[in-house]
């Protein structure tokens, strides 16, 4: 009797579906940015491009002095809207992997709100995607900010510059009031 012949492994391509990091996440902590690119960089050795952005807590907004910020939404519903972003991003450019953290709660000037990190094969593809993505969330995702000056709380109000760079996409939604 002859030993059974060996298993044929194939195997498959990467595929950003298969991403073992999360793709998208809503927290109160911080998020370290060197960490999070190493574990994007992990899915996929065809990596040959990383963008990040992080956005930060500004001091000052509309000419006032910003104490603080605190930024809320709606659990469930915001992740959802955040990955049908991630979705569209990965329909209209040629990218491995995407990440997207969102803090909420209290914030202080100069802490991180927000990281978009996108990878691929080369940089035009994740500079298109990262500012895509960028330009969704600051029109589409449901959050709400309210900042804390001198003169007392207020909420923060969707722009027009920003409806304008969601537009450039071919995406016109209008927010800003």
Partial sequence: MSAPPAPVVTELPESP???????????????????????????????????????????????????????????????????????????????????????????????????VAVTSVHRGQSFQACEFLMDYLKTQAPFWKKEETAQGARWVDARVSDDAALARWGITLGNAG
């Fill in 17 to 115: 579906v298969a991403m073992t990091v999360p793709r998208v996440s809503i927290q109160t902590e911080d998020f370290d940015l060197s960490a999070e690119v190493a574990a994007l960089r992990r899915e996929n050795k065809g990596v040959g491009a990383v963008c990040s952005f992080v956005g930060t807590v500004r001091d000052r907004n509309e000419g006032d002095q910003v104490a603080s910020m605190e930024l809320e939404h709606y659990p469930g519903m915001t992740e959802k809207s955040i990955e049908a972003m991630v979705d569209e991003a990965f329909r209209r450019f040629d990218i491995f992997g995407a990440r997207v953290i969102h803090r909420v709660g209290l914030l202080q000037p100069l802490d991180q709100i927000v990281l």
